[in-house]
C-alpha cells in the first residue's frame, strides 16, 4: 500500500534545493498569473516556462500518469459540457461572430467559441504542471513552515502537517479496519449489492471516525504536554535558509506575475485578448 | 459567542485529523447514487460531524485543507473555486456548533432540525452562490452552466450530510456518557 | 540529595466526570527533589490518572472533581496552567502512536523547542544530541510508519529529554520495547537521572526490568488507594506484591521455591546486591531436587511456512525466507528485536498481506488462494495494537461483532459474549463504552474479541504487554485452557517471563531471518543468539551462576518444570 501521501523524492536539482517557502511564493504567484489572465500568449507562454521546470526538476511521467489522466478526462468533459450548455459564450465575450461550421439545430460552431475553448482549456492545464513542481520537489515537513511563511497562521499551518503526519495512519487505520472486519466476517467483494456496500463502508467509516476521535484526544494531549501554542510564534526544525537561487527564482516568479498584469493593462485593456478586432 | 471562534489545541488536531480522513473519503469512499455518472461525497457528512462539534474554524480548515490536498494529490493541483466553496460549506457546517446538545448526549428531533437546515443553508451559499461566481470570475465559464452544476452539487452535498452526518451524530450522541453513570456492575 | 519534597500530595482524591466513584481515593506522599520513584499496581488501578494529575491533563483535558492537595515545586497546581507545569514535568504517555506528532524523527525529537521558539541552528545541535542518547541517530527522517514499535518509544524519549525539565514522567516506558532496548532505556533513564539530578517518577508493570537500576523507592496503588510506599528491599520481602497482582521479579520467585524466606537483610532488590552466600546452598538442594519433565511427543502438523519473502515496498526484504511448523495444540513464541518482523509474520499467516515467495500450509494444504474472511475461521488474530482493531463505540458490540458477522442467533452471543467477558476480566465493564477505558483494559476487549470465534490456531500479538500479573494470569490462564482442547497458539511477546512460563518452544526472529527455533531454557542462555535477538538474559541464569551451580541453562529448565507443576495444581 503506498504510505507516502505525495511520491517526494529528493533528487538533487535546482528545483529541488530551492527552499519550500520559495516554491510556495513562486507557484502563487505563477497561478494567480494564469488564473487572472485571459490572454493565450501569456498563458501558453507561462505554460512552456513551467514545463521546462518540470523538464529540469527530472519528475518522472510514472509519477505523474494517473494526474494527466484525471486531468484530460476533466478537461474533456468540461469541454464538452460548456459547448453544451452555452454555444454562443465566445461571440458574447468577444462581440464579433465568425462562424465556421453548423454542427446540428442550434450548434453553431464560431471561431470566437473555439478560440474562447481553448484559451480556458489552457488556462486550465497550465496550472496543473505549477502543482506538480510544487508538490513533487517540495518536502513535506517543509510544508508548515512554507504555509507559515507566507502569512498563514501557525496553528493552521500545523494543522496541514498533522494532516500529512497522519493521513497515511488513518489510510492505514481504514486498511486495517477493513481487513479486521473481513477477517471477523464482513462481506467487500463487488459481488456484494450496491445498497449493502453503502451499509458496509458505514460500518468502517463509523470505526474510523471513533477512533479518530479517540486520537484527537490523545495526540492533543501530548502536543499540550510539549507545549503547543504556547506563544504566538513557534519556530521550524525543516525550515532551510534562503540562498541565491531563492532569491532568483523569486524575482523570476514576481517578474512573470507583475509581466502578465502590465499586458493586460496597457497592451488588453482587460483581462481579455481579442484577436478579433 | 465568543469561545465560538476560540481554537484550542484540540481543535488545531481535530482540524489536522479531520481534514485528513475527509481526504481519504473524499478520494475513495464514494458511494454512488440512484443518478447515473454521480456520486454522494460521504466526505461532505463527515466534515459535517467535525465541524459541528468543533465549530466554524474547524468546519472551514478541514474541508478546505481536505478538498486542495485531494485535488492535489488526483490533479496535480488545486481547483481554487471549489476548494474555497467547500471551505465556505465547512463554516457554515460550522454554526450548528454549540446550537445542538451532542455533546451531552442529546441528539434528537430538534437538534437534528437545527443542524440539518444549517446544512442546507450551507450547501446553497456554497455551491450554488460561492462556487460559480468565483468559477466566473476567473474561467469565465457560462453563467447557466455553473448554476445548473451548483445547484446539482447543493442538492447532493445536502442529501449526503443529511444522511452520513446525522447518523454520525446520533452515533456520537450515544456514546456520551453523563455525570456519573460509569460505575462497576458486579 | 536536597531535602526539599518537589511533589506533595495530601488528602488528594479525584473522580472523573463520568464516574460514579472516585478512582483516585485520598492519596498521601511526597517526592523529594532528586528522587527516583516507580509507581506499580495492577491495569486500571489509577496510575495514569495519578500521571495526569501531575503533569494537567488533570484538569486542563479531562474534568472531574478534585478534593485535597497536590503542590508542585511548592505551588499548588490548581494555581498553574498545562504550560507552566509542561516546564516543570515532562512526560512520555503511554500510547506510542500519539506521542509522536512529528512527520519525521528529527522533527518530532524538536517539537518541544519549536514551540519554544528556538532558533534552528540551536535546535539541530539539541536535537542531534537526543537522538544519539536513545540510539536513534542513523533514522533522522524516517517517518514513523517506517518505524517499529519500539523505535518510535525511543524517539518519543528523546522528545521529552529534549527540554530541560526538573521532572520526568514516564507512563509504561518499555510496554513495547524488547528486552535489551528495555534495558537500555533502563539504563539511559538511571543515567539522566544520575547525570542530571532530575527527579524520575517511572508508572511500570514490569518490575524487574525497572529494579535492573535502582529505584529510591516503590510506590503500589491498588484500586486507588496507596497500599504500599517503600524501598525494593522490604517490598520484595514482603507478601504485597503477591496481594495486588503484580509480578515479583524471578529470581525472588526462585528463592521461594528453594524455601529461603526472603527478608530485607538479604537485600532481595537488586540481583547484585543479594547477599548469595546464604542462598547458594537452598538454591543447589532445591536445583537437584526437582525432577525434570519429559517433552511430550508433537502432534500433527497444523500449520507450516515454508520459505517465506516479503517485503513491503519490493526493495527492503522484511521476511527473509523463514520455515517454522506448528503442530495441533502447541503454545510457541515468537520473539525478536523491535523491527525484526514479527507483527509482519502474523500479518502474512493470516492474509492481511500476500508472501512474495514461499507457502504456507494447513494440514497440509496450501492457503495461498484462501480470503482472509476463510482464513479467519481458522486462524484468529489479535493484533499488537488495539486501537486498529476496535471498530464499535460499546464492549459488548465489539466482542459480539464477528459472532453477529457469522449471522450467530442472539441467544448464543450473549451466552459466549458474557463467557468471554468473565474470562477477560471485563464483567464489570460490560456495558461502558470502550472510550472510558484504561490501555491494558482496551487490549483485553480486543483479545476477547477473537477469543469470542474459537479459531483453531490464535496468534497473539503482544497479548501482554501493558497488563498486570493478576491478568496476565487471567488471560494466559484462559490462554493455556484453550490450548489443552487442542488450539494451537502462537504468541508474538517480547515478555521473557511469559515465554520461559508458558511455551515450549520459541522461534527466535533478527532482522527479518530466524535465528533460533528451541526449548526456551536454551533461549535464555545462548549468549551469541541472546546478543543478536536483542534478548536479555534471565535473571534465573544469573542467580545460577552467582550461586555456582554449573549447569545454568538446567537451572532455568528446573524452576520452569517446578513452576508449571505448582500451577497445574
Ligand atoms: N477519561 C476517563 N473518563 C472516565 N474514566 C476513566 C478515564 N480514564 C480512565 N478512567 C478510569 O479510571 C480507572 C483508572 O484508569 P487508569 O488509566 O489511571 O489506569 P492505569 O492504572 O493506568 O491502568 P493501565 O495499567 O491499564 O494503564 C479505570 O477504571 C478507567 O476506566
Ligand atoms: N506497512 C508497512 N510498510 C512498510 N514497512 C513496514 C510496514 N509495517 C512494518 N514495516 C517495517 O517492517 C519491519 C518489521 O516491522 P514489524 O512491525 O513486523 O516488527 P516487529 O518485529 O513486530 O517489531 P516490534 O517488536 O517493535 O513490534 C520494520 O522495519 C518496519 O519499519
Ligand atoms: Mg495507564
Ligand atoms: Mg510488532
Redesign the pocket.
Known sequence: ?K?KLFSYNYVDTPVHRLSGLTKLVCFLFLTFAVMFSYDIRVILLVMVFSLVILKISRIKFSQIRLMIIYVSIFLVTNAVITFFFSPEEGVKIYGTRHVMVNLFSRYILTQEQLFYQTTKLFKYASVIPLGIIFLLTTNPSEFASALNGVGVHYKAAYAVALTLRYFPDIQ?EYHNISLSQQARGLDMSRKARFSKRAKNALLIIIPLVFSTLDRIELISDAMDLRGFGKYKTRTWYNKRKFTREDITALIVSIMIFTGTILVSVFINHGRFYNPFL | MKDYFKVTTKTIVATGLGAALFMLLFMYVKVPSPIPETSLQTAYGLGAFFAALFGPIAGALIAFIGHALSDAVQYGSPWWSWVIASGVCGAIYGLAYKRTGVKEGNFKGKDILVFNVIQVIGNVVAWVIVAPVLDILIYKEPVNLVFTQGVVAAGMNAVTVAIIGTLLLVAYAATRTKKGSLDKEA | MAEESIIEFQNFSFQYFSQAQPTLHNINFSVKKGEKILIAGPSGSGKSTLGHCLNGLIPFSYKGEMTGSLKISGQETGDLDIFQLSKIIGTVLQDPDGQFVGLTVNEDIAFALENDNIPVAEMRERVSQAALLVDMQDFPISSP??????QKQRTSLAGVMIDDVDILLFDEPLA?L?PATGKTAIEIIDDIHRTSGKTVIIIEHRLEDVLHRNVDRIIVINEGRIVADMDADSLLSSQILRQHGIREPLYVTALKYAGVSVSPELLPGHIDTLKIETVSRPLQSWHDSVKPVLQEENQETLLELKGLNFS??GIDR?IKDVSFKIARGELIAII?K???????LSRLICGFEKEDEGKIFYLGENIRNLTIKERAERIGVVM?NPNQMISKPMIFDEIALGLRLRNVEEVEIVRRVEKVLKVCGLSPFRKWPISALSFGQKKRVTIASILVLDPEVIILDEPTAGQDFRHYSDIMEFVVEINRLGVAIIL?T?DMHLMLEYTTRAVV?SEGEKIADTRPSEILTNQKVIKKANLKETSLYQLSQNAGIADGTAFVQNFIDHERMVRSR
Do not use: F, P, V
Not at chain 3, 523491535?338 to 509482519?344: F, L
Open positions: 500500500m504510505n492505514r | 510508519y517506517e518505524l517499529s514499535g519500539g513495547n524488547d513491503y515496498d522484511i525478536g523491535n523491527g525484526a518482523g514479527k507483527s509482519t499488537q508474538i517480547h526472529l
